[in-house]
């Protein structure tokens, strides 16, 4: 029971509630009968000190006390009242209760008196009685001091009413205020019972279930960002599965050549020449590609890709590419030329890497622009507030090329793993359809950018932006 949440917040609920309406009861009892006391108390004064001027009247006017048990017992204010009146000696001369006229105030125990007197002259003793104690023992006027006060019937009645009063309060408030208590921490645990359920089932791979967002409260912030936990999930594992099937997929298009073309010359269809070696070859060729790629994509995803940074001339090393590629341009009589805005690019970038993005941007360039095309290879510096990465000076290589042009809703996705514009012909290159995505991981590891823009029929213009720190040196053409 105790490792529910619920229970910890009830039961911590009714301490605070028990302790607080327990503790503030007896403050307020306590308040109370100080406060009933000293009223009672200063009551009593006013009455004893009428009390006594009555008397002294009398006395002035009689000039002794005889009859004065009828006037006596005209000031009882209450039935529980005793008034007992002794001479100047102590003799009692009066009492209401009739019980001790003529012997000892000092024999019948009663020692507590409130002075009457007459121009300075003693002439009796009042001794004020409750009923409720008339025992000899605790007989004793309680007008005399307030802190022995002895309470009238009434007066303990009302004392002990308000108590009855304040615990009845204080518990059903308790009452109510854990009803209310139990109520509210549903709202608490129901929420927080919700994102358990949603941490199962996703656990138990029920990726589509979100949690209701109910409130707009933190609980309600943290439903928010489990489901968008839970998207993310969901968007890496359908990735995970794509990803699977598409390196199968791409596996096997070159180990079925391989093993029909090892069959063919097993079943003597096609002889061993040169020919169909070098056809196995390039399609071993190709595998070797596809998995260098996959491991340099997943190295980079993962952050782990090592890149061996230098100072490297990004002009000469485009320079050094682009006549690399010059015979394969030229073999489709394609105008490949490269036009540089800055002498000398010296940048902080791991020049292997670097040649592996212009590479595969060239390559594809080619691939993609028809007989007598051109392709422009560009390299400009970035002065810090330039709008592709503001606020970071840096140095923007882009290739243009005349070719097919990518179609817009294609675009955003060229950059994505095994994503081919048109399947069929890429595969039939003996593409990878990984090409894009790792000119981006390079680009992004190196802390910059890669994006394109095309025009259907017209041509496309891929673009990568890389960083310069304060040291590289870009000196203008
Ligand atoms: P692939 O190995 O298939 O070329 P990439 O990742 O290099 O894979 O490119 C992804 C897709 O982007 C290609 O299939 C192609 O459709 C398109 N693409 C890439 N470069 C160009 C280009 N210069 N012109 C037109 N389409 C291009």
Known sequence: MLRSIRWKLALSLLLIVVVSVGLSSF???MGTQREFKEYVASCDQMYTTSVTKFLSDYYKTTGGWKNVDKLLAQQLTSADERLVLSDGGGIIVADTGGEWVGKNAKDVGLSQF??????????????PLSCDCSGIASSLGRSCSTTSIVYTGAEQDFLKRTNNYLWMIGLLTAAVALFLGWVLTRQITQPIHALKKGAQQLSSGEMNYRVPVAARDELGELAKSFNSMADSLDKMEQSRRHLTADIAHE?????????????GMLDGVFAPDKEHLNWIK?????????????????????????????????VELIERKVSHLQIRAQEKEINLKLLTGVRVAEVEVDPVRMEQIVNNLLTNAIRHTPRSGNITVSVDKQPADNKYM???PGVLVSVADTGEGIPPEHLERIFDRF????SSRAKEEGETGLGLAIVKQMAEAHGGRVWAESTVGAGSTFFVFVPADKTSKVNPA
């Open 27 to 29: 403050l307020i009892g």
């Open 114 to 127: 409130v002075a009457v007197s007459n121009l300075n002259q003693a002439i009796g003793r009042l001794y």
């Open 419 to 422: 994503y081919r514009v048109e």
């Open 282 to 314: 390039e399609q071993t060729g190709l595998l070797t590609r596809l998995i260098e790629d996959l491991r340099d994509i997943s190295q980079a995803e993962a952050g782990q890709l090592k890149l061996n940074i230098m100072r490297t001339n990004l």
């Open 390 to 392: 503001p606020g970071k």
């Open 251 to 263: 596996l096997r298009t070159p180990l079925t050549v391989i093993e029909g073309t090892v069959d």
